[in-house]
């Protein structure tokens, strides 16, 4: 069965530094996704992206956030300069369709020190 | 904006047993989906049962069924016949339009052997 994968599944980092997530959506999704949950709070959304743009993002989603699909199958969070608070487990997610259930990943650890 | 809202942090049941979470939410579009997602432990989400708001039946999945009251915004989860394998945080997240999902807090559910 096709599944959205994300690659690492944990990563310590030091505060400051860049991280890059990576995520591969399901082969013949066309919307893709990433939501964060900080440690014991809600899942929350960060952006939506489609057709090589971002079409909707959170107001988390401030200037040290970005996306990218440098290569038609991968989805990339970029975070440029990470804070003690961006620690949290980031999903990636993609759908088919921009309507119906989203397609979770399971998840990349960050962890802020 | 939309609203998710899971005012059971917590849930115990007895194996074999049935309990109902709860899901009330808000939104001005006319159009939405409502999912249930599970999440084991460090685990990914995975999809239990969707709803379309069009729909006046309930949806049903094996053990799983959802009690939609569309008028009351409201958006339970029946799972019966309760299993080890059940216990997770469950969520409850809509959809409206051409963003993605917006999640509850959550609730974790216990299931007692």
């Known amino acids: 069965e096709p599944e959205v994968t994300q690659t690492p599944s944990h990563q310590v980092t030091q505060m400051g530094q860049e991280v890059i997530l990576r995520c591969v959506p399901i082969?013949?999704?066309?919307?893709f996704y990433w939501y964060r949950q900080i440690l014991g709070q809600k899942v929350e959304f960060l952006v939506s992206f489609y057709n090589n743009e971002i079409s909707e993002k959170s107001e988390i989603f401030d200037d040290q956030f970005s996306v990218e699909r440098p290569d038609g199958s991968n989805f990339t969070l970029k975070i440029r300069s990470t804070k003690l608070e961006d620690s949290a487990m980031y999903f990636c997610a993609s759908s088919l369709y921009n309507t119906g259930e989203l397609f979770f990943g399971e998840g990349s650890r960050l962890t802020v020190l | 904006a939309q609203t998710v809202t899971q005012s059971q942090p917590e849930m115990s049941v007895q194996e074999a047993e049935t309990v109902t979470l709860s899901c009330t939410y808000d939104t001005s579009e006319s159009d939405y989906y409502l999912f249930w997602y599970k999440q084991p432990p460090s685990r990914q989400m995975i999809l239990v049962i969707r709803?379309?708001?069009?729909?006046?039946q309930n949806a049903t999945e094996n053990r799983f069924s959802v009690n939609f009251q569309k008028a009351a915004k409201s958006f339970s989860l029946k799972i019966s016949d309760s299993q080890l394998g059940d216990a997770a945080m469950y969520f409850c997240?809509?959809?409206?339009?051409?963003?993605?999902?917006?999640f509850g807090k959550g609730t974790h559910l216990i299931i007692q052997p």
């Open positions: 082969s013949n999704h066309l919307y």
């Open positions: 709803q379309e708001a069009y729909k006046q």
């Open positions: 997240a809509l959809r409206a339009g051409a963003d993605g999902l917006t």
